[in-house]
Every structure is written in structure tokens, then in C-alpha cells.
């Protein structure tokens, strides 16, 4: 089977989402630069043409409905955006591109969590749901490519 994610670990399924987040970019036109060190956050910087430059984190989920990234490591701005890859089993990847400032407005699908005199760090996160699925659907790869060409 082509699409065999469970005979992968987290950490080559996590370096498969991002080769497979920076091929997708590549084949809209995007031009993509790699970090060097992922010490703050970001996977790589893309941009399209001559628009300004994007940061992008990218996280991938195989089997779990929760998905998050440490606040001290994602900062809400207008460029900042996360890919999120989902894997099912069997199935290519769908890729979702989500600009940073959803997170302004949570909902049941993207969430703040403060953890307030807890042992755990703030972070922002995503219920992946059937029922949530109908939000994340707005950010779809295809879609946002479309807004991100065309501003």
C-alpha cells in the first residue's frame, strides 16, 4: 500500500509533512527557504513572486484529534502561518494552510490554553473532528493558495 502511514514514527512522519508542505508550495510557484536551526518556531519562510514573506510552522497529526504548538514558539502576526498536514491511513495527506490570527477568535475547532500555575507550557491548538472538519475546510491548500496569489 502506497499509503502507509502507520509504519512511520512521529519523527519521519514529521519530516514527511514538511518536504510534502514545501513540494505542494513549490509546484503554486512559491519560492521556499529552509532554516538552518528550528529554534524559534519556524519550519521555513515562503513567498510568492514578490509579496512579502511567509513564516511557516508545520505540524502533522496521524491518529490523534488533538494537535498544538507552544505559544513561546508561535506568535500571532499577520504573516505567521501554520500547515497542517493530516495523515489517514491509506490515504494521501491533505494540507490545510491557517493564517496565525485565527487563533484571536477560538472556537471548538482552534483553541487557547493558558494552563495557568500548571506544569505545561500556553499553547495554541486544534480539535480535529468530524464535527470541526467543516471549519478547517476554509483553509484547505487549495483555497488559500488562491488568497495568497491573489491578495
Same mark, same amino acid.
Given at each position: 500500500?502506497?499509503?502507509?502511514?502507520?509504519?512511520?514514527?512521529?519523527?519521519?512522519?514529521?519530516?514527511?509533512?514538511?518536504?510534502?508542505?514545501?513540494?505542494?508550495?513549490?509546484?503554486?510557484?512559491?519560492?521556499?527557504?529552509?532554516?538552518?536551526?528550528?529554534?524559534?518556531?519556524?519550519?521555513?519562510?515562503?513567498?510568492?513572486?514578490?509579496?512579502?514573506?511567509?513564516?511557516?510552522?508545520? %505540524? #502533522?497529526?496521524?491518529?490523534?484529534?488533538?494537535?498544538?504548538?507552544? $505559544?513561546?514558539?508561535?506568535? +500571532?502576526? *499577520?504573516?505567521?502561518?501554520?500547515?497542517?498536514?493530516?495523515?489517514?491511513?491509506?490515504?494521501?495527506?491533505?494540507?490545510?494552510?491557517?493564517?496565525?490570527?485565527?487563533?484571536?477568535?477560538?472556537?471548538?475547532?482552534?483553541?487557547?490554553?493558558?494552563?495557568?500555575?500548571? %506544569? #505545561?507550557?500556553?499553547?495554541?491548538?486544534?480539535?480535529?473532528?468530524? $464535527?470541526?472538519?467543516?471549519? +478547517?475546510? *476554509?483553509?484547505?491548500?487549495?483555497?488559500?493558495?488562491?488568497?495568497?496569489?491573489?491578495?
Amino acid at each position: 500500500m502506497r499509503y502507509n502511514w502507520e509504519n512511520l514514527n512521529s519523527q519521519q512522519i514529521g519530516t514527511f509533512a514538511e518536504y510534502f508542505v514545501k513540494m505542494e508550495l513549490t509546484m503554486h510557484g512559491f519560492q521556499v527557504y529552509s532554516t538552518e536551526v528550528d529554534d524559534r518556531g519556524i519550519d521555513f519562510v515562503t513567498r510568492y513572486e514578490t509579496q512579502p514573506f511567509l513564516p511557516v510552522q508545520v %505540524k #502533522s497529526i496521524l491518529k490523534a484529534n488533538y494537535v498544538f504548538i507552544r $505559544k513561546d514558539k508561535f506568535e +500571532l502576526s *499577520q504573516d505567521m502561518t501554520l500547515a497542517l498536514v493530516l495523515f489517514q491511513e491509506g490515504n494521501e495527506p491533505n494540507l490545510y494552510f491557517i493564517p496565525s490570527l485565527v487563533w484571536k477568535s477560538p472556537n471548538t475547532l482552534f483553541v487557547s490554553r493558558d494552563y495557568i500555575g500548571k %506544569k #505545561s507550557a500556553p499553547e495554541w491548538g486544534l480539535n480535529i473532528s468530524q $464535527k470541526n472538519m467543516p471549519l +478547517l475546510e *476554509q483553509y484547505s491548500f487549495d483555497k488559500m493558495m488562491e488568497k495568497l496569489k491573489n491578495p
